[in-house]
């Protein structure tokens, strides 16, 4: 069969994806002669008994005299490159943000934020307006929870990049995505509604889809934790089970618009086509002090996920109305 638009699309999406995070891997700058020696010399220098004080706010997010002269030393290198019209390089992995209040890159932090704040007015939106006794309610408020932490983590993790940040940040993340995967079903294919005796199999079924996704997470947080933290595999999980739930909701978004002709069931799909768009920032990585292509993918999907709360509630409203036309 001979493949549509749209999947040649996706495909080219997840292999660009592990394309970006091969590269994204390889870290020039501190791996330069230049920068090293630069480093060594500010600590011989500065870490010694009475040397200059790190500053308090910058002390509470645990910077200490190694990490001062490690960041001191990428703007030193930083601004010699720019100065001989050399490319800007990166450092472990990042690119030389200059920090704010002791966070490392302040503009990721506060799109992480603003994401935070959409979740949590969408939550609070829910219920307001979608009454307790809704059996869906109760899937789409644990999708805020989720999403919750993983904007927290991500917080942390742009503030301060630690081992323990950065595994919290990604684990986080991940559970985040799976959950979207797991409850698009329960509401594409209605796996909730097992109270008559001809769905009563949707309970079975709902049950197996549970266990399956919390042993995929297990499998996947155990690899990571325990075989091996790698990156280009978790861009590929990551991507694989945002593209399965993105077909899912672009599906279900056709359907339903064809069905009701109203345009608001169409927007499962123009979320999805917002998703992709922002992604390409992710794909199409740019070097930066100030801002970069990372922070920019935060800051695209701080609308989409206030559509995304408005559908459901859009969604839910109507559903509750086809009810108690038939009752």
């Known amino acids: 069969m001979k493949p549509r638009p749209s999947q040649r699309c996706l495909t080219a999406i997840f292999l660009a994806g592990l394309l970006f995070m091969q590269f994204a891997d390889a870290s020039i700058g501190d791996r330069l002669p230049e920068f090293k020696s630069c480093v060594e010399t500010c600590k011989e220098t500065n870490c010694v008994p009475n040397g200059p004080s790190i500053p308090f706010q ?54 992480s934020l603003l994401n935070f704040l959409a979740h949590d007015w969408g939550m609070r939106k829910l219920r307001e307006t979608i009454p307790a006794s809704y059996p869906l309610r109760k899937y789409y408020l644990l999708f805020g929870y989720f999403g919750l932490a993983s904007w927290v983590f991500s917080m942390v993790f742009h503030t301060r990049d630690f081992n323990l940040t950065e595994k919290l940040d990604y684990l986080g993340a991940g559970a ?58 978790n861009m590929a999980a990551n991507v694989a089970v945002g593209i399965v739930q993105n077909i899912l909701w672009s599906g279900f978004s056709i359907v339903r618009f064809r069905r009701m002709k109203r345009i608001w069931a169409a927007w499962p799909g123009l979320i999805v086509a917002w998703i992709i768009l922002a992604m390409s920032f992710e794909l199409l990585d740019f070097p930066g002090q100030i801002i970069d292509a990372h922070a920019l993918w935060h800051a695209g999907t701080v609308v989409p996920t206030i559509w995304w709360y408005n559908f459901l509630i859009k969604d839910a409203q109507e559903d509750m109305h086809g009810v108690r036309l038939k009752a």
């Open 58 to 111: 910058r002390r509470l997010l645990l910077w200490d005299c190694p990490s001062e002269c490690d960041y001191t030393c990428q703007h030193i290198i930083t601004s010699a490159r720019i100065a001989n019209h050399d490319p800007i390089v990166q450092f472990h992995g990042k690119w030389p943000f200059f920090r704010f209040l002791g966070m490392q890159e302040p503009f990721s932090v506060l799109f």
């Open 176 to 233: 985040s995505v799976l959950y979207g995967l797991y409850f698009a079903p329960i509401r594409v294919f209605r796996l909730d509604q097992s109270n008559t005796a001809r769905t009563a199999y949707k309970s079975s079924i709902l049950r197996l889809w549970t266990i399956v996704c919390l042993v995929l997470y297990a499998f996947h947080a155990g690899f990571l934790l325990l075989v091996r933290w790698d990156y280009t595999y």
